[in-house]
């Protein structure tokens, strides 16, 4: 559902990371850039719009006020939103997908 929502947005690499047995934190991580802090900033107030209408109560938005990277953590979910270049320099993906439980398979990490 959140990917689509991006994909909607136009949402650029987004990445969906399969956390359940490896990480408490959360059940699902997803990774998308958007082209600029304006658009980051939209994705993100849009899809905490989108989860509130489907009843996903107390989403907490970090990164916002600068929009370079955002951070929503809708419980089980946390969805993270970055220009491309600062995604690029936290590389995100690299650092949860290096793990030997993930395999990135068509643009999903899955344990």
């Known amino acids: 559902m959140i990917e689509q929502y991006l994909d909607a947005d136009k949402a650029l690499d987004v990445v969906s990371v399969d956390l359940r047995g490896v990480s408490a934190l959360a059940d699902y991580m997803i990774i998308a850039s958007g082209t600029s802090t304006r658009h980051v900033h939209s994705m993100a107030e849009k899809l905490k719009e989108r989860l509130s209408f489907r009843g996903v109560k107390g989403v907490r938005v970090e990164g916002q006020a600068q929009s370079d990277w ?42």
């Open 70 to 111: 955002v951070v929503l953590d809708a419980g089980d979910v946390i969805v993270h939103l970055f220009r491309p270049e600062v995604r690029e320099f936290y590389n995100l993906e690299k650092m949860w997908c290096s793990h030997p439980a993930f395999d990135i398979v068509g643009g999903q990490a899955q344990a």
